[in-house]
């Protein structure tokens, strides 16, 4: 089953920056999108990471995650609507500064997300951990956590799909539209999750130990990620979105 962070192949340009170079794309959308104050800033930097999206052949990805968070985009629009009393009444509890605001935070909300899953989709986790040891001498154990952890969700995904599966043969019903009945129906199935990643983890570390994980350093890499001229001009994109951003 295919995760929404995993890495899809490709040779466009995207995939062939340095690693570093995509990280720091992707904080750049997101600065640029937290300093931006303009709908057409905000819309703009989103359907960016979109079309980058689609060219790199991940488009599908960005679009389901991108469902996922439209409910929850929705949710915070009626808490700043509900919250909000400044402004011109338009209807009922719905006034020009909450509607503003509301809306503003749902776009800041969906282009602050997808741009770090767009650079997992086209970046494998061992290029990206080794190319921020080498590039920005961050320690290795820090950088393996990271990319473990990312590892591991596609493997507790299953596990919990598994688990409910396992609970719904046993007449659990899991597909019920009341969402405190369903939390309260989802408690119980953490307990055995908690206790697979723990021994998933446990089995990891023993692993990774016995392979000489604490030897590791920043020169032991077999491989080496140097910037290149097309790294060099995403830099400067960069720089240009982020004063985008400052000025719209």
């Keep these: 089953m295919l995760n929404v962070i995993d890495y899809v192949p490709g040779g466009t340009v995207l ?30 930097l989103l359907l960016l990471t979109l079309v980058l999206g689609i060219y790199a052949g991940s488009g599908s ?5 991108l469902k996922v968070l439209v409910p929850v985009a929705v949710l915070m629009l009626v808490l700043q609507l509900a919250f909000v009393r400044r402004g011109e009444v338009i209807a009922l509890f719905i006034t020009t ?23 997992l989709t ?13 590039k920005l001498h961050i320690p290795y154990k820090y950088a393996f956590t990271f990319t473990t952890a990312l590892r ?19 007449g659990v019903e899991f597909d019920t539209k009341n969402p405190v009945k369903k939390l309260l129906l989802m408690l119980p199935v953490c307990v055995p999750l908690l ?19 604490y030897l590791r350093t920043r020169e032991s890499s077999y491989r080496r990620y140097p910037f290149r001229a097309r790294d060099v001009v995403a830099g400067v994109l960069c720089i240009l979105l982020i004063a985008a951003g400052a000025v719209l």
Excluded: W
């Excluded at 690693?19 to 709908?39: F, H, M, S």
């Excluded at 990805?61 to 995650?65: E, P, Q, T, V, Y």
């Excluded at 591991?152 to 046993?170: C, L, S």
């Design 195 to 213: 206790v697979t990643s723990v021994g998933k983890t446990d089995a990891t570390a023993l692993a990774a130990e016995q392979r000489g994980f």
């Design 15 to 44: 995939h062939r920056l340095n690693p570093v170079t995509k990280l720091a794309l992707a904080a750049a959308i997101i600065i640029a999108t937290v300093l931006a104050d303009g709908y057409a800033a905000l819309i703009g």
């Design 97 to 119: 500064d909450g509607l503003v605001s509301g809306t503003k935070a749902c776009l800041r909300l969906l282009s602050v997300a997808l741009p770090l899953v767009l650079v």
């Design 61 to 65: 990805r960005l679009l389901s995650l």
């Design 152 to 170: 591991f969700v596609p493997v507790f995904t299953q596990e919990m799909n598994a688990i409910m599966e396992a609970q719904t043969a046993r």
């Design 122 to 134: 086209v970046t494998k986790t061992t290029d990206l951990a080794n190319a921020c040891v080498e």
